[in-house]
């Protein structure tokens, strides 16, 4: 295994000032190490996880970090900064400066030295010997471990007064004394790249728990693998903390437990807050069940506390989206697997290849259609699952695994009774409300063990597959033709009113909740594909691409509206826009919301609309420029996304050039990389 870290991939002086630039002169010493293959690529993949949430930590950390095809081998690089480096941290810069670099497929191994190093950054000793360090050689020797031998890994970081605790119920069983048992907290921790919060956070509520004289034991739910922790050791939990940003697996198991649900970085930041918050539950006696737990915060995505009571309903439609995009999650690999592939039996055969016979009783090797019919059998059979994954996995969502298989049944059953997506996402939604109201029901401790395998699946899939059949599909299934048939016979004025709505919703908030809307109302038009479905996700697609493009061109022919920031977010921009990351814009629309956002969405708009009314198609889930050969009308395709990113850089520089400011302040911004804002 080659060395994470080598005196190469150092600088103790590095004199980037943003970001972005600290993010490109660590990767530039990737690249010479022949770690990286596309810098460009790569860096973009940077972006792209820093627009998810800022990687500064406290203490003067920053984390940049992704997984990338563009990774030869899991790297990291280290830099200095005298000045700082503004990461997103609450207390200020940092001055140690991490890139993390992980191939797409990387092994356990490298992931849990990662994982490691994510843990010692919790340690002042260790962020004190970096800051003081004066030979590459030697730093880099230190952050591999190498100054003391390594403690053995352990996805479970327990910590506290564990082995005081052990000795004393010893000396009690030999003497008839007994030492105070501790407050015993059990914690999971998860974030979504799964490489470094996720054990920062495990080692910050580690350090807590050890300061308190409270004994945390964590779960870490990473990438360098996921131990469940020991069941005696929930059963004898006081309290459950989760600081997540991805949902946390198998949650029954803190049923009946006081609960605390952050976001990962709340677990980093303040996790002091949190053991006393547990304790302050706990003596309250607030007791979670799991369908409480479910409810507490949904993915955990903010600092905010849930209480675990499902008493917030102000909280129902964050809730409810999750459990959607849970199932969308799921479903959108079976049709972009299955979309590709009958698009290039399409291809390949012609569209009357789908009434093909089949391969199984016909195919011949050098017939070009016995292969396009072989694809286009394949990609039906992976089509034929979407509507009931989307179900499944929307009941797991709401009620974890005992919800899966009344969440199946259910879309099974809306594919029979022809109700379509629409009943995919309503069985999926009673299978999981079923699943929670039967957890609810006191059993005897003997059934306990059955339940979820057994009784929970065999009742809910009853009561769902009576629902389906009897109550609500037919009229979802009317509903569904309903919705067909009008997406179908859209053509015109309403075509194009529909364009200007979805590409509205997809620029309006670039990656959030409208945005992710319009894009599962595409994918779900997918799972059973139409002329109209078809033409609606081409026009999602192709409006998603415009923001970051009209970002990027506009910091191309206008650099002195532009920071220095943004003119190298600029540079990335075009590779994000080229590859459907909305998200790439998201660093403009934050920093000057009242010009950008107006004047992408109406981009957004003009490029929907035109798509619609060029009648333009797409089979796969997702934009940018490599599914160009798979769209219908590519050209026109491509004529739209060029008129609205031409139409929303036209108004953004209209806006930001209306405004009085230093021409000079405005477009070089200092050598500190800050910047000169004049109020609108």
């Known amino acids: 295994m080659s060395e994470l870290i080598t005196a190469e991939l150092v600088d103790l002086d590095l004199s980037a000032t943003t970001k972005d630039a600290a993010a490109r002169s660590l990767a530039e010493r990737m690249v010479a190490a022949h770690r990286v293959t596309d810098l460009d690529g790569f860096l973009a993949d940077v972006a792209a996880r820093e627009a998810q949430m800022p990687t500064g930590l406290d203490g003067g950390i920053g984390i940049p970090h992704c997984r990338s095809e563009h990774v030869s081998a899991p790297t990291l690089a280290f830099g200095r900064s005298g000045a700082g480096i503004d990461f997103g941290a609450a207390d200020g810069p940092a001055d140690l400066v991490f890139l993390i670099a992980a191939p797409a497929g990387a092994d356990d191994d490298h992931l849990t030295i990662l994982s490691g190093l994510a843990r010692r950054l919790m340690d002042p000793e260790f962020t004190a010997a970096l800051r003081a360090g004066t030979d590459p050689r030697a730093v880099a020797a230190l952050i591999r471990g190498e100054e003391a031998p390594e403690e053995p890994e352990r996805e479970q970081v327990e910590t506290g007064k564990q082995e005081q605790a052990e000795a004393g119920t010893e000396a009690a069983g030999g003497t008839g004394a007994a030492e105070s048992v501790p407050f015993r907290i059990v914690a999971v921790t998860s974030c979504p790249t799964g490489i470094a919060h996720t054990y920062m956070a495990a080692e910050s509520l580690a350090a807590a728990g050890r300061a308190e004289g409270v004994e945390v034991t964590v779960e870490t739910q990473g990438s360098a693998g996921f131990k469940k922790l020991d069941p005696a050791v929930v059963a004898a939990a006081d309290a459950v903390i989760w600081a997540h940003d991805v949902e946390v697996r198998e949650k029954a198991r803190f049923r009946g437990k006081p609960l605390v649900d952050v976001g990962v970085k709340a677990g980093i930041n303040r996790p002091a807050e949190l053991i006393a918050e547990a304790r302050r539950r706990a003596e309250r006696g607030e007791i979670a069940t799991a369908s409480d737990s479910d409810k507490a915060s949904g993915s955990g995505n903010g600092d905010g506390d849930g209480n675990g009571s499902g008493a917030d309903h102000a909280h129902f439609g964050v809730r409810l989206r999750t459990y959607l995009m849970s199932g969308v999650s799921y479903m959108v690999p079976f049709v972009a697997a299955g979309g590709l592939l009958i698009a290039l039996s399409f291809a390949i055969g012609g569209y009357e290849i789908a009434s093909a016979k089949s391969v199984a009783d016909h195919f011949v090797w050098g017939e070009a259609d016995s292969w396009a019919a072989l694809l286009n059998q394949i990609g039906s059979a992976a089509f034929g699952f979407l509507v009931p994954v989307l179900a499944g996995y929307i009941a797991y969502g709401m009620a974890d695994r005992p919800a ?110 409208l945005n992710k809307v319009a894009y599962a109302f595409a994918v779900g038009g997918l799972a059973d594909p139409t002329p109209g479905s078809l033409k609606v996700m081409a026009a999602v697609m192709a409006a998603g691409m415009v923001p970051p493009l009209a970002m990027a061109l506009a910091t191309t022919v206008r650099r002195r509206l532009f920071t220095k920031t943004e003119r190298e977010n600029g540079r990335a921009a075009w ?61 026109l395709y491509l004529l739209a996304i060029a008129a609205g990113t031409l139409v929303a850089t036209a108004l953004v520089v209209l806006l930001k050039g209306a405004r009085r400011t230093a021409p000079e302040a405005a477009g070089d911004a200092g050598a500190d990389g800050s910047r000169v804002t004049v109020a609108a």
């Open 404 to 513: 899966l298989v009344p969440g199946f049944v259910g879309g099974a059953i809306a594919l029979t009774v022809n109700a379509g997506f629409l009943g995919g996402l309503v069985a999926g939604l009673l299978a999981g409300a079923v699943v929670m109201a039967v957890q609810r029901v006191p059993v005897h401790a003997t059934l306990r063990g059955i339940m979820p395998v057994l009784v929970i699946p065999l009742i809910a899939s009853a009561v769902v597959g009576f629902l389906m059949f009897i109550v609500v599909g037919k009229p979802i299934a009317s509903l569904q033709n309903a919705l067909t048939d009008w997406l179908n016979g859209l053509s015109g004025s309403n075509a194009v009113i529909l364009g200007v709505v979805l590409g509205l919703m997809m620029c309006f908030d670039m990656g959030g909740p």
């Open 575 to 635: 590779v994000l826009g080229a590859s459907f990351i909305t998200e790439g814009a998201i660093p403009f629309a934050a920093a000057d919301p009242l010009r950008v956002i107006p004047s992408v969405m109406a981009g957004g708009a003009v490029t929907g609309a035109l798509s619609m009314a060029f009648g333009a198609t797409l089979r796969a889930p997702h934009g940018g420029v490599f599914v160009v050969p798979l769209i219908g009308e590519p050209f």
